[in-house]
């Protein structure tokens, strides 16, 4: 895409990335696409704040070029070194020889580790200002959103907030850049849950600390480093995401998310009963098949609803692999105090059920009750499972 005007002299300068499959190399965005969004202000002083992708280095280079001449790039900030924003630096720095690298104490030293860059950077502060002409910087350190050198860059003459990745999301941008221009912000809310599931979750008590922060600066525009800039109503992104952190810390949503594996569906068929208890106690529920379904997508309903159930069998006297990844995916991303309980099957040892209880003890989990039984279940075991899984839709009903 061409260059955008947000507000006078101000562009975004943004690339839409459509062929990663992988987002960090872990996560789903194929059919999705994510965006990579940078900002330059043209001023007495000309300042871009993020770059781009490696890979994008050509595109990104073309679309400032067509702006300034870029010797005379006065300011480089990098809010975040994460190479999604910072791999084209290498190939701006040879064509912005003038311009000054600027960032917080941590991200000056991995300019160093990453790219060998140590010429021309200087060190700023939380809080401090840089006056460009008519507008100024206001850095403000928001460390953990998404890195411990991260910060994000405020303009106080627009109360425009270059948020980085904060309030992002998964998505390109199919030829709009504003929230009020886009047809389909379900979509991106939808996908701004995900990223924040995906990437920012294990940091969710800095994300409230970070929101507190910002709270002191009135904001009529966020321009975050991916997705959408929210004009129209800025503050409900910040309350989705001060939501979801909130989240994170627990209690959760009234609801309960379903994971489950199975190899030769004595579980499931177990399980496929059980749903019908659940189903009668009018509560919110989202069932995941882990062995085919993506950490990325059960994510979001893991985060946003109090109650978990794992169904899943023994494997080599511990758990079904696809599910010991999808708990270590919650432990990872620090997804505690939910309101727990397992079921499953086995034929020997056993051994799932106390992988079960090690992980609910590390994450904090409420667990309602556990409960195993050999091969197939019987009238005797269904009739144990619902009384534990009545009592779990009791306690995630009303967090
Ligand atoms: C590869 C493999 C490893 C297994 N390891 C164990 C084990 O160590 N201990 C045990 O009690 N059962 C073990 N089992 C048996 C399963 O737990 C049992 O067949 C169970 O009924 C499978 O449940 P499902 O039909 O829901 O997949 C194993 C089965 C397979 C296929
Ligand atoms: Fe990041
Ligand atoms: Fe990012």
Redesign the pocket.
Known sequence: MHAVEIKPNIYWVGVNDRSTNLFEGLWPIHEVGVSYNAYLIKDKKNALIDISKEIFSDDFAQELSDLIDLKDLDYIIVNHMEPDHTGALGRLREMAPNAKLLGMQKAVSMMNDFYSLTENTEVVKHEETLSLGKYTLKFLYTPGVHWPETMMTYVPEEKLLFSCDAFGQYGALDGFIFDDECQNVAFFEKEALRYYTNIISAFSRNVLMAIDKISAYPVSIIAPSHGLIWRKDPMHIIELYKTWAGYAQGPAGPGITVLY??????????LDQTLQVIGRQQIPIEVFNVGITDPSYYLPSLLTKQGVLIA???????M?PAMVRALNMAEIKDIKHKVAAYF?????????MNVFNGFAERLAWDVVGAYQF???AKENDLQQIQQIVEQLAAKARKP
């Not at 594996?261 to 177990?270: D, F, I, L």
């Open positions: 594996g199975s190899m030769y569906r004595n579980t499931e068929r177990a899943c069998p023994t494997y080599e006297r511990a079904f499953g099957s086995f034929a020997w040892s056993g051994g799932a050999a091969g197939s």
